[in-house]
């Protein structure tokens, strides 16, 4: 099945602890993203990636890091800095259409949610 | 900046009433996207309808229909004759067209909590 998956879906870090959520698409898209969803909130973007090897920070980067070494995988790392960072994490991919009036639409994976023990 | 504003942040009816969302939003941009996503208890986003800025024609699809007006910068969303299962947040979104490549970020509205009782 084509789709995006993320792992694991719960996550407990301790203080001082680095934590890396796992993201991979199977879809072919060339563009990958994540973002953090905090309770009763909307999302709001980390880091985006458009290529291999390529990324960019999104409005709240700062404690987080990123790779993009496959097409197909986009881990975010949750470092110590981050000092907030219960919450809901999700990665989105997409693909743009082509030609003139080309598009595209983020399809997201089920999430994880990262607790501070 | 973007930024896409969703003011009602619940919304109760029983089922089979219909259900409206509004969602605006501001932009700089003559070419853009909207979106539509919804975010059952389960967590997932799943993405519903697109927009794009130069089509301003609304549409229906199943229960689903849009009403896109550039002129008030409004991207109102109505599900008809709700039932239980549509019970979720349901996101507006808007993407600037950045670059003509994929990549181009989504700015999400708050969110409007929706509860179809039966």
């Known amino acids: 099945d084509g789709g995006i998956t993320q792992s694991p879906k719960y996550l407990f870090r301790k203080e001082g602890q680095n934590v890396t959520l796992s993201c991979e698409q199977n879809l072919n898209h060339d563009a990958m993203y994540w973002y953090r969803q905090d309770p009763g909130q909307g999302l709001r973007l980390i880091y985006y990636?458009?290529?291999?090897?390529?990324?960019q920070k999104g409005d709240i980067a700062e404690g987080y890091s990123v790779s993009r070494e496959k097409k197909e995988s986009f881990p975010l790392t949750v470092t110590s800095a981050q000092k907030n960072p219960t919450a809901f994490y999700l990665c989105?991919?997409?693909?743009?259409?082509?030609?003139?009036?080309?598009?595209?639409?983020?399809?997201f994976g089920p999430g994880t949610r990262l607790l501070v023990l | 900046a973007q930024k896409v504003t969703q003011a009602q942040t619940e919304i109760s009816v029983v089922e089979k009433e219909d259900v409206t969302l509004d969602c605006v939003y501001e932009t700089r941009d003559t070419t853009y996207y909207l979106f539509w996503y919804k975010q059952p208890p389960s967590g997932e986003l799943v993405f519903l309808i697109r927009r794009n800025s130069f089509d301003e024609q609304n549409e229906i699809s199943g229960r689903y229909s849009w009403n896109f007006q550039k002129s008030t910068s409004s991207f109102n969303f109505t599900i008809t004759a709700s039932q239980v299962v549509d019970s979720a947040v349901y996101f507006c979104a808007l993407s600037e067209r950045e670059i003509k490549a994929a990549g181009n970020k989504l700015t999400f509205g708050g969110g409007t909590r929706v509860l179809v009782k039966p």
């Open positions: 990636s458009q290529i291999v090897n390529d990324f």
């Open positions: 989105a991919s997409s693909i743009w259409s082509g030609g003139a009036f080309g598009t595209e639409t983020q399809y």
